[in-house]
C-alpha cells in the first residue's frame, strides 16, 4: 500500500492561472481530507469529501476554491485564478470509513502551491 | 467555537530531559483528541489518541476536561523525538482540527 499520493508535489504558478492539485486515497479508503499550511501556520482544515460528495467545506474560501471526489479517480482541489496568498502547502489526508469518529487520519506529502 | 492552542510554537529541551508539550482545546461536547507527529522529511502521522489510553514511544497525554487540556509528556526525551508536534480535536461530523503545532527540538 503506498499511503495516500499527492501530485505534483510542487507547482508554480502565475497570479491569475489555476492550480490543480490530486490526492489518491490508501487503497480502501473512501473520506478524505483536505488541509492547508499558510508560513508559520498550523494545519487548516478546508473540506472533507466522502466518493461523489461535499461532507463539509466550511473550511473553503467561498470564492475561487472547488474540490471534489469523483467515483472513479483521485480528489482534486481546484483554485482558480490563483493569488499570492494561496502560496501555501496542501495536504490530503485520508480515512477507512469503517474507523468513523475516532478514525487515524493518514496524511500524504503535501503539495508546495507557489504563485509568482 | 471548536479551537485547539498550542501556545510553545518551540520547545527546546536537553536529552534526558522531562517534556510537556501543551495543548488547550475549545469544544462544547465531549472531545476526542490526538497527537500527530512530523518528523523531519517525513508525512504527518498519528503518535496517540486519548480514548486509546496507550503510551507511544514513551509519550503519554491525559485529557484533563476540567483545564480543557490535554498535554503531551515524556520523562526522559530522546534526540529522535525532534520533530513538529500537533494536537487535534475531532468534532462529531467527522472534521479533525490541528493546533498550530510546537517545535520540540531535543539538543545532545
Known amino acids: 500500500n503506498a499511503g495516500v499520493m499527492q501530485n505534483p508535489r510542487h507547482l508554480v504558478r502565475r497570479r491569475g492561472q489555476e492550480a490543480r492539485l490530486r490526492c489518491s486515497p490508501m487503497?480502501?479508503?473512501?473520506?478524505v481530507y483536505w488541509y492547508r499550511q499558510l508560513p508559520e501556520e498550523g494545519l487548516k482544515f478546508m473540506v472533507y469529501?466522502?466518493?461523489?460528495?461535499?461532507?463539509?467545506e466550511s473550511g473553503m474560501p467561498k470564492e475561487r476554491f472547488s474540490a471534489e471526489f469523483p467515483k472513479e479517480g483521485p480528489s482534486i482541489l481546484r483554485i482558480q485564478q490563483v493569488v499570492r496568498g494561496d502560496s501555501a502547502a496542501y495536504f490530503c489526508?485520508?480515512?477507512?470509513?469503517?474507523?468513523?469518529?475516532?478514525?487515524?487520519?493518514?496524511f500524504g506529502e503535501g503539495s508546495r502551491l507557489t504563485v509568482l | 467555537a471548536q479551537r485547539v492552542t498550542q501556545p510553545e510554537k518551540l520547545l527546546s529541551v536537553f536529552k534526558g530531559a522531562p517534556v510537556e508539550l501543551k495543548c488547550n482545546y475549545s469544544y462544547s461536547g465531549s472531545p476526542e483528541l490526538f497527537w500527530y507527529v512530523q518528523y523531519s522529511r517525513q508525512r504527518l502521522q498519528l503518535l496517540l489518541r486519548?480514548?486509546s489510553r496507550e503510551s507511544i514511544k514513551g509519550f503519554t497525554a491525559d485529557l484533563n476536561k476540567g483545564e480543557t487540556s490535554f498535554h503531551l509528556k515524556k520523562p526522559f526525551a530522546q534526540e529522535e523525538d525532534s520533530a513538529m508536534y500537533y494536537c487535534a480535536l475531532a468534532n462529531q461530523g467527522g472534521k479533525l482540527i490541528f493546533g498550530q503545532g510546537t517545535e520540540l527540538s531535543v539538543k545532545p
Open positions: 489526508a485520508s480515512s477507512s470509513p469503517g474507523q468513523g469518529f475516532f478514525g487515524e487520519l493518514f
Open positions: 469529501l466522502q466518493k461523489e460528495n461535499i461532507i463539509d
Open positions: 486519548h480514548i
Open positions: 487503497k480502501g479508503h473512501s473520506h
